[in-house]
């Protein structure tokens, strides 16, 4: 039977972005959630002094980088008790959220339930186990059937949207009482915008009363620290799921490299540079929503991470062009589900000078 995965959803936006180049100021590109400043020193600097590295490391991490994994849920998460053996780093986010029911051992019968507004891969990862996805607005959609896994994500990408504690306790609550495993895909957890530290983990002790049976938090540096590059993320939770894991991923060789592992600890260790830019993609925001909303555009959500989840009131296709025409390019909505077929995801992740330029292009009617 062959594998049928969907199309990349980036590849249907040549045309606008070919349109968009042709600005006399050139694109400003805001699709893409890429991180454009700089990588900080300090994690540099930890990169530089780890770099002889000819021995091979550890699938499951060196017990003191698990340890500021736990310490770091600890200190930012309101997540008291997780366990470092609970803990493993992995190869950026995406690429556990791709694997993971086939880590788990999910295949033809299982299925996979997920937001219906959501990041790609977790269909894919679905396919790629032989399971049925299964996209759903809330819980009573499923009915009486029980997924094998549930995926969360919030802050959730592309719509901003932060689930709190309570409304997390009660998925935990309704999981547990079916059986069915929670994976929480908390990328943007730190990038919040409405005066909070950070969002409330699905590891959080008041919603899981300290017990992370059944439960996963997956986790990436990659837009709190600008650390796309180095594929550095973790995921933690039970002890047991994590254990599985490991063992899956040292016969598959399936490691992240011991320099990265020390770049994960330093930039756990160190809450300044992650404020620092927290700053910088605030500023842009400010900048970017008053003048869409200004501009007759309305702004869903969007009270954390590096989107704002807009709509036009327009099949998102024409906003798409129409941005285009001006030399922007963002992404379409239906990249993250039908259910998004009237929305566009604007990343704050383009420098200063081509979000000022975005500004002056939506001012200038």
Not at 11 to 33: M, N, R
Not at 157 to 174: A, F, I, M, S
Not at 347 to 357: G, K, M, Q
């Amino acid at each position: 039977m062959s594998l049928q995965l969907p199309d990349f959803p980036w590849d249907t936006l040549a045309a606008a972005k070919e349109l968009a180049q042709q600005h006399p100021d050139g694109i400003v590109d805001l699709s893409v959630g890429t991180p454009v400043d700089p990588t900080p020193r300090v994690l540099r600097d930890a990169l530089s002094a780890a770099s002889d590295a000819p021995g091979y490391p550890q699938v499951w991490g060196t017990p003191d980088l698990r340890e500021s994994v736990s310490t770091w849920f600890a200190r930012r998460r309101h997540a008291t008790g997780v366990d470092p053996d609970g803990v493993m780093p992995t190869v950026g986010s995406k690429e556990l959220v791709a694997w993971l029911p086939t880590l788990l051992g999910l295949g033809r019968g299982d299925t996979v339930a997920f937001p219906s507004v959501a990041y790609p891969t977790y269909d894919v990862g679905a396919r790629l186990a032989g399971a049925d996805p299964r996209p759903m607005a809330n819980l009573l959609e499923l009915g009486p059937h029980s997924p094998r896994l549930l995926w969360l994500n919030t802050p959730s990408n592309p719509t901003g949207q932060v689930l709190g504690v309570e409304h997390l306790r009660k998925v935990v609550d309704w999981a547990r009482s079916r059986g069915v495993l929670v994976a929480s895909d908390e990328c943007y957890a730190e990038l919040t915008w409405d005066g909070t530290d950070s969002a409330p983990s699905i590891l959080d002790d008041r919603v899981c009363a300290g017990s992370h049976d059944g439960l996963l938090a997956v986790y990436s540096l990659s837009k709190q620290s600008n650390l796309a590059g180095y594929r550095a993320a973790f995921v933690a939770g039970d002890p047991a799921l994590v254990d599985r894991l490991v063992q899956v991923r040292k016969h598959a060789g399936m490691i992240v490299p011991w320099p990265i592992q020390r770049v994960l600890r330093a930039a756990l260790g160190d809450d300044d540079h992650v404020q620092e830019q927290k700053k910088r993609y605030a500023a842009r925001r400010a900048l970017l929503r008053p003048t869409l909303e200004s501009a007759g555009w309305r702004i869903d959500h969007s009270e954390a991470g590096l989107y704002l989840w807009a709509t036009a009131d327009e099949p998102c296709r024409e906003t798409v062009d129409r941005l285009a025409q001006r030399g922007i390019l963002v992404a379409p909505g239906d990249f993250y589900g039908v259910a998004g077929a009237r929305h566009v995801r604007i990343a704050l992740t383009a420098t200063d000078e081509r979000i000022d330029a975005a500004v002056a292009r939506l001012t200038d009617r």
